[in-house]
T-cell receptor
Framework: QKEVEQNSGPLSVPEGAIASLNCTYS??????FFWYRQYSGKSPELIMF????GDKEDGRFTAQLNKASQYVSLLIRDSQPSDSATYLC??????????FGDGTTLTVKP | DTGVSQDPRHKITKRGQNVTFRCDPI?????LYWYRQTLGQGPEFLTY????????KSRLLSDRFSAERPKGSFSTLEIQRTEQGDSAMYLC????????????FGSGTRLTVV
């Protein structure tokens, strides 16, 4: 079992819809959770981080964390074709390195 | 602040040769990380530094890999006696606050071993 699991996709949504990306992790000691976006041929770019159970919103993005279920998700509202990318979930113990999932590929169709 | 810089962007080498990559982090960041990524996979941890101290090295990393950050600024990653399985994108990232707010990645160095 991988430490960080994501559905590889591809996930396809129409423009303007809500895209929901999910991630589970195995290390209960994980304290920090991150979502990165990676366009094809480019390096990852941080979108959001979350530490506490519940929701954290930043513009069209909402990260949701449930430590009891070891589950973190990313919602993208009003999806745009420019959101088409691979989304990487990463988890970290306090002050340690991050462990990445293999990513979910999202396609937003005009 | 020019972001995280990596050099070279691409490297093609013959099997058995040694290669060295350089990373210049964001100047105020005290942590520097090296990851490796292959197609369809997420970044795989290699090693990281806090200032000049190497705090952790992946157990998956063979002795052919070595990294340094001699003055707590730029870092180098050397791969000795390269193998075809070393072909990958090598990503450098830096962070402040012990990575609590995530990483800033460089553009990566793509290594092809022929």
């Amino acid at each position: 079992q991988k430490e960080v699991e994501q559905n590889s996709g591809p996930l396809s949504v129409p423009e303007g819809a809500i895209a929901s990306l999910n991630c589970t992790y195995s290390d209960r000691g994980s304290q920090s959770f991150f979502w990165y976006r990676q366009y094809s041929g480019k390096s990852p770019e941080l979108i959001m981080f979350i530490y506490s159970n519940g929701d954290k919103e930043d513009g069209r993005f909402t990260a949701q964390l449930n430590k009891a279920s070891q589950y973190v998700s990313l919602l993208i509202r009003d999806s745009q074709p420019s959101d088409s990318a691979t989304y990487l979930c990463a988890v970290s113990p306090n002050a340690g390195k991050s462990t990445f999932g293999d990513g979910t590929t999202l396609t937003v169709k005009p | 602040d020019t972001g995280v810089s990596q050099d070279p962007r691409h490297k093609i080498t013959k099997r058995g040769q040694n290669v060295t990559f350089r990373c210049d982090p964001i100047s105020e960041h005290n942590r520097l990380y090296w990851y490796r990524q292959t197609l369809g996979q997420g970044p795989e941890f290699l090693t990281y530094f806090q200032n000049e101290a190497q705090l952790e090295k992946s157990r998956l990393l063979s002795d052919r890999f070595s990294a340094e950050r001699p003055k707590g600024s730029f870092s180098t990653l050397e791969i000795q006696r390269t193998e075809q399985g070393d072909s990958a994108m090598y990503l450098c990232a830096s962070s402040s606050q012990q990575g609590a707010r995530g990483y800033t990645f460089g553009s990566g160095t793509r290594l092809t071993v022929v």
